[in-house]
């Protein structure tokens, strides 16, 4: 009997932490193109490099908060993890069917002099500046804000040139309960501006 004792004491503490923390709710990361890009393979050509998004976030881990009205909090997470390369499969992913192929690049200084380099006709390199969504819940309602931040870098070889842009999103909304459904139907909507817009004219 008291053996069994002494484990019911951890398990009672790790049950109080779990709670008290809140835990960490999935959010699916999923870049759903709306529009068509009839130009798209004749900007960037046949064949895109594709680095690796760079997640240059202090904090890595979360994508976002939920603080109730009366409770602990909770986090979401990006699904698949990390978020840098939940982003960098969603776009390679989606490119195929507008006639570009993207081929995985490791590494790539920015340069617009190492282009020639390269064994593609363009490169694509994302930074990953901000990417959050903030939930505050009050006694009737929750106020969600979601915060996204790129730097996009385009190298074209035929160009020898480097387009930056830099896009910054802001949406917020009130909503009865903020859910992980609801923080992912918001992040991917705005995924889907930025790089329906992006692709529309990359540069």
């Given amino acids: 009997m008291r053996s069994y004792r002494w484990l019911f004491i951890p398990f009672m503490f ?13 959010v699916r990361i999923q870049y759903q193109p709306v529009k068509e890009f009839p130009s798209l393979s004749e900007k960037v050509g046949p064949t ?14 979360y994508i976002g908060r939920h603080t109730p009205y009366d409770g602990s909090l909770s986090y979401f997470k990006s699904d698949p993890f990390p ?3 939940a982003m960098t499969d969603s776009i390679s992913n989606r490119l195929s069917r507008f ?15 190492s282009l020639k380099d390269m064994g593609t006709d363009t490169v694509l390199m994302v930074e990953i500046k901000r990417f959050w969504t903030e939930g505050k819940a009050g006694a009737f309602r929750t106020n969600a804000k979601t915060s996204v931040h790129f ?5 074209v ?8 842009r830099n896009v910054e999103v802001e949406k917020e909304g009130t ?14 909507q705005v995924l889907t501006d930025i790089f329906d817009a992006y692709f529309s004219n990359p540069y």
């Fill in 175 to 188: 909503f009865a309960r903020l859910t992980p459904e609801r923080v992912e139907a918001i992040v991917n």
């Fill in 157 to 164: 070889k035929k160009e020898g040139k480097v387009f930056t």
């Fill in 151 to 155: 730097v996009i870098h385009l190298g």
């Fill in 14 to 26: 790790f049950f109080i932490f779990a709670c008290a923390k809140g835990g960490a709710h999935l």
């Fill in 83 to 85: 978020l840098n390369q």
């Fill in 99 to 113: 006639g570009v192929k993207t081929v995985p690049i490791q590494n790539w200084d920015g340069r617009p002099e």
């Fill in 48 to 61: 895109l490099g594709l680095v690796p998004f760079k997640d240059e976030r202090p904090d890595q881990l």
